[in-house]
């Protein structure tokens, strides 16, 4: 079963009538007559008066959760978090958790079964990684399908740190 854009996230459409009470990367929005507080795209971008923005959310209407997004007048997609941002989260995660649930198996039930929570610990990071590349294409690419289309490019662009060339890296996991 192939995942859909539907699974993992909720594209929007949003006139940004208003923008006010900006507040470093905070700002919050009125767009038909609805008020939004405190969101934050995760590179600093304030939307400007009147600009159209595709936005895609966790969940419809949870405006604290922004996986990505797109100024509908340029052709540049921005997502929260790369590929490789969720395996350095994860290889942080192993360093702190890992060594110590497998050195109390170790002791406490033994080598095999040290060996075996090894495994399910590495298999597990595998796994959440390639989640959430793959949830960043399918981000990506309904965020460019959004009209006015996008010309293809070279690929999302994450944020403003020039991450770009790692979503090539971590295709390793595409499958």
């Known amino acids: 079963m192939s995942r859909r854009v539907e699974d993992v996230a909720d594209i929007v459409q949003v006139a940004f009538d208003r923008v006010f009470d900006v507040q470093g990367r905070m700002f919050s929005f ?16 304030v939307p400007r008066d009147g600009s159209r923005y595709a ?20 052709t540049e997609v921005y997502l929260t978090e790369s590929g490789w941002d969720a395996a350095w989260t ?15 198996a170790l002791v406490f039930l033994g080598p095999w079964v040290a060996l ?22 399918l981000v990506d690419q309904a965020l460019r399908e959004i009209d ?4 293809p490019g070279d ?5 403003k740190t020039g991450k770009r ?4 890296v971590l295709n390793i996991f595409s499958g």
Not at 92 to 104: E, M, N, R, S
């Open 90 to 104: 994860q290889a942080g995660t192993l360093y702190i958790f890992a060594p110590i649930f497998i050195a109390a």
């Open 165 to 168: 060339w790692i979503t090539g």
């Open 55 to 74: 936005v895609a959310l966790v969940k419809d209407g949870n405006w604290q959760k922004v996986i990505g997004w797109r100024d509908l007048s340029t």
């Open 30 to 45: 009125e767009s038909g007559g609805r008020k939004e507080y405190g969101v934050s795209f995760s590179d600093g971008t």
């Open 148 to 151: 006015p289309p996008v010309p």
């Open 155 to 159: 690929g999302p662009r994450i944020g």
């Open 116 to 137: 075996g929570l090894l495994a399910l610990f590495l298999w597990l990071s595998a796994w959440i990684v390639r989640s959430a590349v793959l949830r960043n294409r």
